[in-house]
């Protein structure tokens, strides 16, 4: 079992910037594929942002390239979601994902384990 909590999230306004956390505990944290989606209301839950447990391959969905980034401390059992020139679109509920595959994968189906999510509301 691995047991996933986000923070970070909180109202802010659109051009700014903020840092969601996800703090792991349980099994081996630094073998699994860590990722970040994200779900509005009546709509799918998306993928954000992925990676490996090196760190050595990164994949963002396109509409946050460029602007997010992702990043993993396996020292702390913590992974990182850097959101900068946030706009409204950007406001949903941020959910931190941990996978048993071994290789990087953007579907939330083969994420097992999953935070409680934290909200991130951007007003224009």
């Known amino acids: 079992q691995v047991q996933l909590v986000e923070s970070g999230g909180e109202l802010v306004q659109a051009g700014d910037s903020l840092r969601l956390s996800c703090a792991a505990s349980?099994?081996?944290?630094?073998?699994?594929?860590m990722g970040w989606f994200r779900q509005v209301p009546g709509k799918e839950r998306e993928f954000v942002a992925g990676?490996?447990?090196?760190?050595?391959?990164?994949v963002y969905a396109d509409s946050v390239k460029g602007r997010f980034t992702i990043s993993r401390d396996n020292a702390k059992n913590t992974v990182y979601l850097q959101m900068n020139s946030l706009k409204p679109e950007d406001t949903a509920v941020y959910y931190c994902?941990?996978?048993?595959?071994?290789?990087?994968?953007?579907?939330?189906?083969?994420?097992?384990?999953w935070g409680q999510g934290t909200q991130v509301t951007v007003s224009s």
């Open positions: 349980g099994r081996t944290f630094s073998s699994n594929v």
């Open positions: 994902a941990a996978s048993l595959l071994a290789v990087l994968t953007t579907r939330q189906l083969n994420y097992a384990y």
């Open positions: 990676l490996t447990w090196r760190g050595d391959r990164i």
